[in-house]
């Protein structure tokens, strides 16, 4: 299925250059907070943060592990289906262990809450949340994101890794889309 038609569908709204000097402060902020950590536990959420998380934790200056876990969420569609179901989870435990989780994007919130929720009933020692784009003005939930990489306007992203119906992923730099 093609959705999108052509490059005339997308506006650069971040570009490669600006996500990647971002993504280094970013970084660097996380090296020194967690200095004192043994192995930080690196969770990305599938798919959408898998371009961000391997730029991120190369510039992060610390041993640290890297795991994934899939949730369910927009489908093919443009709108939040509210309720989380783990599709894919970790194979770290995290109990004990301090834990950053790393999202694409925080939306309405409700996302983000609930992996919040499932992951410090397995009591991690500390659990922070960075996010590379995040909607306050989209916000239902209340969530709170350590590392936040741009605030964005209410409009639908691609690129970088984030996706519309499975496509612009490879897209180097964020774009919107024209519904
Ligand atoms: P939330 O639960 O509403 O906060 O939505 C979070 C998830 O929805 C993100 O992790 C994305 O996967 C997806 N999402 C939210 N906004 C966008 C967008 O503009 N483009 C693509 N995916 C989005
Ligand atoms: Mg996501």
Redesign the pocket.
């Known amino acids: 299925m093609t959705v999108l038609s052509s490059q005339n569908d997308i506006r650069i709204l971040i570009t490669e250059t600006e996500i990647a000097a971002r993504t280094t402060q970013l970084a660097r902020l996380i090296s020194d907070e967690y200095k004192d950590t043994k192995q930080l536990v690196v969770v990305g959420?599938l798919r959408?943060s898998f371009v961000f998380i391997a730029d991120l934790v190369r510039r992060i200056d610390l041993p640290v592990e890297v795991d994934f876990m899939t949730v369910s969420?927009?489908g093919n569609a443009?709108e939040?289906s509210?309720q989380?179901r783990i599709i894919q989870d970790l194979m770290t435990p995290i109990e004990g262990r301090d834990v950053l989780i790393v999202?694409?994007?925080?939306?309405?919130?409700?996302?983000?809450s609930q992996v919040y929720d499932i992951l410090q009933t397995r009591e991690p020692a500390s659990l922070r949340v960075c996010a590379l784009l995040n909607?306050p003005s989209?916000r239902?939930i209340d969530v709170v994101i350590d590392w936040v990489g741009f605030d964005i306007p209410d409009?639908?992203?691609?690129g970088y890794g984030?996706?519309?119906a499975q496509q612009g992923r490879n897209l180097p730099h964020i774009g919107v889309v024209s519904k």
């Open positions: 959420l959408g969420s927009y443009m939040s509210r989380v999202e694409d994007i925080v939306d309405t919130g409700h996302t983000l909607k989209r239902e409009e639908f992203v691609i984030i996706d519309y």
